[in-house]
């Protein structure tokens, strides 16, 4: 009789270590679901995004001209739908969303973001007590101002404290790439076009580069690749050293680029407008090259 009582505990203890393990390890590996269909209600956009810059970059914060980020007073909501992720490494710790009027960055003290806000998914931002920062000609949305460096910066939005102010939206939202030449992306208009999907046709990248791989893997160092159209005009894809395609070799054909229209301060503080791109099948080089 002990015997078998004593099996019974045994047997007994065997299921709840069992039960306990298979819950941790569900608890550990376990992937957030990500099935929202529609928008939330009681949430909505109360400015766009250009109207949003009129009056943070030319309002009496004139953050273009401002040292340091500005701090967002005001109850404002943005909603956009996110263009390009983190999942390639290309975009660090942020997400880029759009609107029919313009696009803008947001900071973010995590990575990973791609499983619950890929590309497509619609999000609506609570702005107030946030704060907008033109590093370098881009402009950001973050949570606090970084002193830790030579000079103020701005700190992204903890992950644990990303739901205060982001609220998940529909997925699958259909984005469509403005149009441009390199004559366009050139000329386009550095606060009101930046961040926003685009798409160049009948580009190449020049001969000289065409033998270069999109970045330096090895160095971590930042690749800048020439393309070009018939007409000679040319545009920098600029690509990050950390990107999974860091060391992918350009393609030598021609064909259609697509890619998020960013800025690049250079050293003597001018601006140049680039392209860059999500990951590989941004660059869809399918046809012969037309120059030497």
Do not use: W
């Not at 990575?111 to 998914?121: A, D, K």
């Not at 982001?166 to 441009?180: D, H, S």
Request: proline share 4%; charged share 20%; with cysteine.
């Amino acid at each position: 009789m002990k015997s078998k009582i004593k099996s019974l505990y045994t047997l007994a203890a065997a299921t709840a270590l069992s039960l306990v393990l298979s819950s941790c390890v569900k608890d550990k590996f376990s992937a957030p679901a990500n099935t929202t269909a529609t928008d939330p209600s009681g949430v909505a956009a109360t400015m766009n995004l250009r109207d949003f810059k009129i009056r943070y970059c030319f309002g009496v914060a004139h953050t273009l001209d401002s040292a340091k980020p500005v701090r967002i007073n005001d109850s404002i909501v943005l909603s956009g739908v996110i263009n390009a992720a983190d999942r390639t490494g290309n975009f660090y710790k942020q997400l880029i969303l759009q609107d029919s009027t313009g696009g803008i960055q947001l900071k973010v003290e995590a990575t990973g973001l791609y499983n619950e806000y890929p590309i497509g998914r619609r999000i609506f931002i609570k702005c107030k007590d946030l704060y907008i920062y033109n590093y370098l000609g881009t402009l950001e949305i973050g949570s606090y101002i970084d002193t830790t460096g030579a000079q103020p910066t701005l700190g992204g939005i903890p992950y644990t404290l990303l739901p205060t102010y982001v609220v998940k939206g529909a997925l699958n939202q259909t984005l469509v790439p403005k149009k441009y030449t390199i004559t366009d992306l050139n000329s386009a208009n550095q606060i009101y076009d930046q961040s926003t999907l685009i798409r160049i046709d009948s580009v190449e990248f020049t001969a000289p580069d065409t033998g270069l791989t999109y970045s330096d893997p090895f160095n971590k160092a930042f690749g800048n690749i020439n393309f070009q159209q018939r007409d000679r005009n040319t545009a920098v894809v600029r690509s990050s050293g950390y990107a999974n395609f860091a060391a992918v070799k350009v393609p030598k054909g021609s064909g259609t680029l697509y890619g998020i229209f960013t800025i690049y301060q250079k050293s003597n503080g001018s601006l140049i407008n680039q392209i860059g791109i999500r990951d590989t099948t941004d660059v869809q080089f399918t046809d012969p090259r037309f120059a030497p």
